[in-house]
Each structure stands twice: as C-alpha cells, then as structure tokens.
Nanobody
Framework: QVQLVESGGGLVQAGGSLRLSCAAS????????MGWYRQAAGKQRELVAS???????KYADSVKGRFTISRDNAKNTVYLQMNSLKPEDTAVYYC?????????????WGQGTQVTVSS
C-alpha cells in the first residue's frame, strides 16, 4: 500500500511564504509525475504545479513566478515553495503522484493540507 503524507500548510498573511511537503511511502517501484492541486471553497479542484520524473515542470498561470515545485527522488518527496501569497491562494492543497509497484502505475492522493492567506 502507498501513502502520501502532506505537511506545511497553515495561516499566513498576504505577501508571506509557505513550503508544502509531500512524502510517499509504501511499496514503491518508481514514481512518474508528482504534482500539487488545490480546491478553494465552492470551486473545482485545479492543478497548481507538476513535475515530471526528469524534472520538467508546469505551472498554473495564476502562480507562475511565485510558486516553485521541486522533488527529491531519493526521499520520494515533492515540495511546493509558495512566495508572495495572495488571499486568492487560500484553498486545500492536495499532493498527487503517479506511482508504480513494478507492475502498473496508479494515481495516489494525499489527504490535503489547508492554506489560508489573510489580507
């Protein structure tokens, strides 16, 4: 079984920074893409940023230049550094990873971590 455990959310003032972490554990043969999604109250879940196994990255237009995604393959961990936070960044942030057990790939989700940005 595979688990994704997120940490690093919290309450911060506008203009501040937070760093989210997501560690994968369990029966892991390899990890393909890793990413962060967010869901604000009353809205659909949206992609914030993703990173491929080779390090290629993709960002939502709303966070480009402010957020940075990175990964540590030795630790099976993905990070999201969030700078210049805005109230509209308030949401529950979810980690997502495409993980292989050596036979097939499957999508896994973390439990979510709340990020609240006050104005």
């Amino acid at each position: 079984q595979v688990q994704l455990v997120e940490s690093g959310g919290g309450l911060v003032q506008a203009g501040g920074s937070l760093r989210l972490s997501c560690a994968a554990s369990g029966t892991i043969f390899s990890i393909n893409a890793m990413g962060w999604y967010r869901q604000a109250a009353g809205k659909q879940r949206e992609l914030v940023a993703s990173i491929g196994s080779g390090g290629s990255t993709k960002y939502a237009d709303s966070v480009k230049g402010r957020f940075t995604i990175s990964r540590d393959n030795a630790k099976n961990t993905v990070y999201l550094q969030m700078n210049s936070l805005k109230p509209e960044d308030t949401a529950v942030y979810y980690c997502n990873s495409e993980i292989s057990n050596g036979i097939w790939y499957r999508d896994y989700w973390g439990q979510g971590t709340q990020v609240t940005v006050s104005s």
